[in-house]
């Protein structure tokens, strides 16, 4: 009776830890971690990452730079061997692969293969098999669960569509390695571009988007998953030189406390040397990890990749929203290359709807904390004011972003009175819950920008003198500031009472406070039906006419009987029905 699976497992990893230099025993070991079974399958990988680890240790497994390296010439001390448990060591990593579509136990050894083989190699970190790693977080190939032979798959047993990485085990990836590990993080960064673009950039983007919490300072730097990347160069190249100092006389030697102040910065000491500030490209690969500079440029050069393509919907409104703030995508972008997603908001701008406004918001961050010179900004954003905005569901977030734009007092008025013009112009369209927005708004505008005040003083002088330009797209050359709101005056006959009592607040004196736009922010036909609906009503609606029904017998027959003749009291309906 041939034993079972699962005791299969533990027969071969006992034969091939007894005796590693046979490791025949792993193709069968191998088999099982295709097994249909996924008990067979989680013992089985776990068995050969304790089998690869001790080949690894002993240093028996060969070089790996790609999928298929070819075999070294080199028979003398084991060369086709180590060829051979490479080419296994790949297909073990490929089961894994397959596995992200079931389980995170498959992400916990892909990443644990990465430090024995780092030592084996005698390198920092073994890049060649972090972008193997990478691309199974990218693009995880088709499970290998109940498949006869490496190069068969079969989809239905694996979870999830084919292609697409599981959110558990995105989340997975950031949370314990991703987020948790300095070097890790750079090294991922730097892979991306590489990878793009992706037939699924979900795989991407769940990952990338999570990580805010990205070093500021050189001290953030303090988490390593590989061992051998802990000490920083710079530092002992530093403590060499301090010690190299002490060698000098007393007389010569200076207190702790003023060799802060004595000795010149390194960006000083290359300008001393006339030396050019070194790239973070022509860093090693230890003092990359250890070097902000690397790390803001790997983060810049992932999202200049990612924002090279077009995104879909749902993504572009997500990094809209991730892209300002303290841990925002801006925050952690270098300076310099910034430029690069003003271009790319002004794309979004371009293309109108509901992204466009928060691509205003990204420019404006960009002008207001990063000194972007963005010149059309205003123009960009008067021309947003279309009927659409006062109908669409993001109308409030519209007005919320178009308030923090206008707000600034140094705003020419010239500019302001066409935003105040055009605003009024659309509520005579606009449904109430639209109308109900721009009086307090633009109340709130002649608040703050006394300088349009002269458009309220000529709301009499009648819509044939208006000067005002509705098709000029810039604010500036509108010549709204030399016409008057008469569309104010218009909104104060609105068919809905209480839209037309509250624009007669242009008709007083303006001593009241500005108004909270965030009371407005939420009304839409429900909650203004019921406001009227809920309406108390102190003294009911007197009856212009008071009608009195007078007793059935005293009104008058609307037909003449049938034998009735036809005088002079006949009547065109009578003849109508006289038969």
Known sequence: ????????????????????????????????????????????????YRVFGVQLAQGRVGGITGPKEKESAEVKDGGKVKSWLRDRLLEYAAILGGLLHDSEAALRLLFALLVPLSESAGVPIHLPYFRILVSYLLAPPDSQRGASSPDSTLEENQEGPSGELPLDVAGAAVDDYWAKYDDLRLFFFREIPSFLPLQHVDNLLNQLVHLIYLPKE???????????????????????????????????????????????????????????????????????????????????????????????????????????????????MSASRRVIVADWLGATVDRGGAHAMLAMNGLYVLMTAYNLDYPNFYTRLYGLLTPEVLHARYRARFFRLLEVFLSSPLLPAAIVSSFIKRLARLALTAPPAGAVLVIPFTYNLFKKHPGTMPMLHRLDDGQDLDPYDASEPNPLSTKAIDGSVWELGAVRKHYLASIAVMAQVFEEQFTKPPFLLEDFLD??????????????????????????????EDMPAPFPSGDAGFGEDKDVVSELWAF
């Not at 590693?20 to 069968?28: S, Y």
């Not at 003023?258 to 500030?277: F, H, I, N």
């Not at 690397?294 to 050069?301: E, K, L, P, R």
């Not at 309406?535 to 059935?552: D, F, H, M, T, Y």
């Open 218 to 332: 050189q001290g953030d730097i303090n988490a390593f998953f590989i061992p051998g990347l802990k000490a920083n160069p710079s530092s002992a190249k530093k403590a060499k030189s301090k010690k190299g100092k002490k060698g000098k006389k007393e007389v010569d030697a200076l207190p702790d406390w003023m060799e802060a102040y004595d000795e010149p910065s390194d960006e000083e000491e290359e300008q001393l040397a006339g030396k050019k500030r070194q790239r973070t490209a022509a860093l090693g690969t230890a003092a990359a990890v250890h070097s902000l500079a690397a790390h803001t440029a790997a983060y810049t050069a992932a999202w200049e990749g990612v924002l090279s393509y077009p995104l879909e919907k749902g993504w572009e409104r997500r990094v809209l929203t991730n892209l300002h703030g303290e841990r925002g995508i801006l925050a952690y």
């Open 1 to 48: 009776m041939a034993p079972s699976p699962l005791l299969q497992v533990q027969k071969l990893e006992e034969a091939l830890t007894a005796k590693p230099a046979d490791p025949n025993p792993i193709l069968a070991l191998l088999a099982l971690a295709r097994h249909a079974n996924p008990e067979v399958v989680h013992k089985a990988v776990w068995a050969l």
């Open 523 to 552: 009304h839409g036909y429900q909650t203004l039906f019921n406001t009227e609906a809920e309406r108390k009503i102190k003294n009911p609606p007197a009856l212009s006419v008071q009608l009195e029904l007078g007793k059935p």
